[in-house]
């Protein structure tokens, strides 16, 4: 499911599909148990962020929400120590509520975050670019994770 692509300086971003955003956290969290979770709600928690170099850019970050202050943040560079933190810390991270379960999935949950907002998740070409055959394969595995209706 491709949707439009947008153009910018010889970029193109090619939608595949869009995803409320999810908290992550570990099963016997204390908010484990709610239907929905506030930002306000996990004002008391550790929040996780995801970064990829040392001066990485608050518009390049992976989670939503990262650029509101918080009390407690982590900043990793490694996925499984994201895991580790949320088992060990009370720890959460806001992601599409997409999980793979071979990272400690079954001790990890996805619950819906009450705020209004849409995740685009894609990919970006340079337009005169084509993706390689490994990034259509890897598409088509990302594609059996998409949500059926966000």
């Known amino acids: 499911m491709c949707k439009n692509k947008k153009k910018e300086n010889h970029l193109v971003f090619t939608e595949l599909f869009s995803a409320k955003p999810h908290v992550f956290l570990q099963k016997d969290h204390p908010l484990a ?28 970050s992976e989670e939503l929400f990262s650029s509101i202050p918080v009390d407690k943040e982590i900043r ?9 933190f949320m088992l060990g810390l009370n720890a959460y991270t806001i992601s599409s509520g997409i999980f793979p379960k071979y990272l400690n999935g079954e001790n990890i949950i996805s619950v819906p975050l009450a705020e209004n907002e849409t995740m685009h998740i894609g990919y970006v070409l340079n337009e005169n670019q084509e993706l390689s055959e490994p990034g259509k394969s890897y598409l088509e595995e990302l594609r059996k994770y998409a949500p059926a209706n966000p």
């Not at 709600?41 to 608050?58: K, W």
């Open 33 to 60: 148990s709610k239907k929905v979770v506030s930002v306000h709600d996990l004002a008391p928690y550790p929040r996780l962020n995801f970064v990829q170099g040392e001066y990485e850019s608050v518009y390049f």
């Open 76 to 84: 990793v560079n490694d996925r499984g120590a994201i895991v580790n």
